[in-house]
């Protein structure tokens, strides 16, 4: 496998999508990103792309809280654009270049709980990732491979029925996430990235 690192431009990608027989006509289109998106998760070094076979490679830290014999999850997402994507996963971040699972993890409950350091403990002491292949869900028909970090995390002041928190804003990214919609549900029902 090689890897296909950067693109000089939207249509550099596209054309390389194309070629290697994505199918693009829906991205942008309901619960699915742009390819502008996928474009700007390359540069910021958040997911690579492979080629023969192409492949989406991403890190990805997912936060597990636990109450009783519940885990909170992000019910639905609201983008900037107004549109709905539905969810059901507990609170998860693409990692950034050389970025621990410990800094990705705290990064993660400040930008979608807006949680401080003195608001949580970390459970987790070590954590390796474990590896999950499918199609992209934010990216339809594109093969993607996640290595999910999941950190423990006890976080006791959040609310007992659902909630919504807004994103930190990302000036540069007109369709990013504005708000999510939190609540809790048995462990066994969450979709696995």
């Not at 109450?67 to 539905?86: A, C, G, N, P």
């Not at 930190?168 to 939190?182: C, F, Q, Y």
């Amino acid at each position: 496998m090689s890897t296909k690192k950067d693109f000089l431009s939207v249509e550099e990608l596209k054309s390389w999508l194309i070629k290697n027989q994505i199918p693009i006509q829906e991205w942008g289109l309901g619960h699915a990103k742009t390819i502008l998106q996928l474009y700007h998760e390359i540069n910021k070094g958040e997911c690579k792309l492979l080629n023969d076979p192409p492949k989406r490679i991403l890190p990805v830290v997912q936060v597990i809280i636990q109450r009783d014999h519940l885990v909170l999850v992000e019910l639905e997402q609201e983008l900037s654009d107004l549109r709905k994507r539905k969810r059901c996963l507990p609170p998860s971040e693409k990692m950034k270049p050389d970025e621990t699972w410990l800094s990705a993890a705290i990064r993660c409950l400040d930008e979608e709980l807006s949680l401080q350091p003195n608001q949580f403990t970390i459970l987790s002491k070590n954590c390796e990732p474990i590896i999950h292949e499918r199609l992209s869900q934010s990216y339809p028909g594109l093969p993607s491979q996640y290595h999910v970090y999941s950190v423990h995390v006890r976080a006791n002041d959040l609310p007992e029925i659902e909630f919504w928190t807004d994103e930190k804003a990302d000036p540069g990214n007109k369709t990013a996430v504005r708000r999510h919609l939190w609540g809790w549900i048995a462990y066994n029902k969450i979709i696995p990235l």
